[in-house]
Each structure stands twice: as C-alpha cells, then as structure tokens.
C-alpha cells in the first residue's frame, strides 16, 4: 500500500490552472451582459420625460451583484438606490467587487434587501428596473400581475417601472447558439428549449476560453418567452396608467441596432431585436 500511494504521488502530473478553472462567471456576466453606463442615463431620460425633473429613487429588481445601483448613485449626489435580490450569492459578490469601487460617501446611499421582488420592503422609488427579462421567471399571468401590482407599490406617485423585453423569430429558434468574442473569453448564448404552446424555454450562458477550457452552464434561465402585448395589458389590467414601447434604432451602414431608443407604436418584423416597456405609475 504504502508502495502504491509513493508511485501515485510521485507519477502524478502537476495539473496547471485552466483559464476556466481561474475565472470568475459574475465578472464574466458583468463584462458580457451589463451595461451600467447606458441604462442609468436611459432611466434617467425617461423619467425626466415623464414628470419634467429628475429622479432621485431607483429600485433595481433582480439586481445580482447590483451594478446598475452603484452606477446610479455615482451620478449625482442626491441619488439612492434599492438592490433587491432573493440570492445571497451575487449580492454578496456585488459587495466585494461592486461596492468596494465606490466612493465611501457614494456606498451609504445604497440599500440592499435581501429579499422577493413581490415584497414591499424598503422605500418607494422613482425609477423602478427589472433588467435583462429577470421577469420571465414569473410563467403565469397571476404571477407575473402579482409582481406588476407589487412593483406598481413599490414607486412614488410618480414613478416610471422600466422592464426590458426581447423578441423576434431568431430568438425563438431552439438549440440556437450565438457566441459574441470578448478580448479573453468568448460568450455564448444558448438557447436550448423553446415550447411554442406554452412559451417555456430554457436558456444557458456558457463562456470559452482561449486556452481550450470552458465554463459550461455558467448560468441557466427557466424563463416563459412573453409578449409584448401579454405584457403591456398586464401592466394596464394592475394599474399602470400608459405604457410606451421604446424600440432601438437601425444603423443604416451596418443594419444592425444603433443603441437609440425612441418611443414606437408600431415596428418592423425584425429577426432579433430587444426593446424597453416603460410603464408610468
Ligand atoms: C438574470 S439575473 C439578473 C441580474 C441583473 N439584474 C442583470 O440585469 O443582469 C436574475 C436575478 O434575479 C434573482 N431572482 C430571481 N427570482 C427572484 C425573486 N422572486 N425575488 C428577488 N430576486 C429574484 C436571482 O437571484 C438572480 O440574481
């Protein structure tokens, strides 16, 4: 025995790290998936739009490691924000990595609740956001109008709820994987199930590396795949006053989305695209 185990040691391969077994998914998402810098100053028009002054308030619904939160409060000095987060994992992630950036004067003007959306812990906002469909893990009407009520409590009187919603036949195609190259690591959005009778999907981020490694399933969505109109009558039917759909402009050189949202009443069939519903209180 005590042969064996000196053979095994000493015939062991030294394993070096993988850049998969290095990485981490939270700051993989957060440079993949999150755009701070452009929701903030979106949230902020739309607001200014609605009621002429600025907002001071955002609640982040779903928030994970709460960057939009942090984003905000770096803005202006009156601004607060709300984190609201169900996962103890990414909130504490956002703390160690996203709140320690900030300015210790700009981290007291952050709350985070560790708690359900559909609560009504915490004060009430300006700008409510529930970003990246986070809302789609809500797969019935009476869920998801159970969460519209307790967002639409959760704002001031006056107070804009801004969800964002994607769409489009390519985004329906099931076993579709679509990668996007970063400067380390490759991105791959994986839709692996789409029902088309009760819109139940399931969907994977996945990230390669260039060493070969990989970190499959780094985050998996059970997800129903609303509508645009399911979801504006829902918002009207639990007491939001108007909704605007604000759809994404088209670069006329490259044919691809510009990054410029304006509100639309009626849009064309695109293959893929991704849109904001805002819903005034
Ligand atoms: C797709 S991530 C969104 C992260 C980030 N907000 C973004 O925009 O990318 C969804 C987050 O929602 C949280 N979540 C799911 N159900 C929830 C609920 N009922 N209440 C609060 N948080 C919930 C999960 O813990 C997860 O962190």
């Known amino acids: 025995m005590l042969y064996i185990g000196k053979m ?29 810098e452009h929701e903030v100053p979106f949230f ?3 607001f200014r739009k609605a009621y002429g002054r600025p907002a001071s308030i955002l609640r982040e619904d779903f928030c994970g490691t709460f960057a939009v939160c ?21 909130l504490a992630w956002g703390i160690k990595h996203n709140l320690d950036k900030l300015k210790p004067v ?7 609740l ?28 009476d ?39 970063h400067e380390d690591f490759t991105y791959i959005w994986d839709q692996a199930r ?21 970190l499959p399933k780094a985050f998996r969505y059970d997800w129903r795949f609303w509508t645009l109109p399911e979801v504006r009558e ?7 006053k108007h909704v605007d759909v604000y759809w994404e402009g088209t670069d006329p050189d490259t044919g691809e989305g510009n990054d410029v949202f304006r509100v639309r009443n009626h849009a064309p069939s695109e293959p893929a695209w991704i849109c904001y519903v805002v819903a005034h209180k």
């Open 8 to 36: 095994t040691r000493k015939h062991k391969k030294k394993r070096s790290a993988t850049k998969a077994s290095c990485a981490d998914r939270y700051d993989l998402y957060l440079q993949a998936v999150q755009a701070p």
């Open 143 to 181: 869920e998801l109008a159970r969460y519209f009520s307790a967002a639409h409590k959760n704002l001031r009187r006056q107070g804009v709820l801004v969800l964002d919603m994607m769409g489009g036949s390519e985004s329906i195609e099931e076993d579709r994987h679509d990668e996007t190259e």
């Open 106 to 112: 700009d981290r007291t003007r952050i709350e985070l």
């Open 70 to 90: 942090c984003q905000w409060v770096k803005g202006r000095p009156n601004r607060h924000a709300i984190g609201v987060d169900l996962d103890p994992e990414p």
């Open 44 to 46: 902020d028009r739309v």
């Open 194 to 214: 789409f029902d088309p009778i009760t819109h139940d999907c399931t969907f994977f981020i996945h990230f390669k590396f260039s060493d070969g490694s990989e």
């Open 114 to 141: 560790q708690a359900d959306v559909r609560g009504n812990q915490g004060r009430r906002a300006d700008v409510l956001a529930a970003q990246n469909f986070s809302f789609w893990i809500f797969k019935t009407r």
């Open 234 to 240: 829902i918002l009207l039917e639990t007491g939001f």
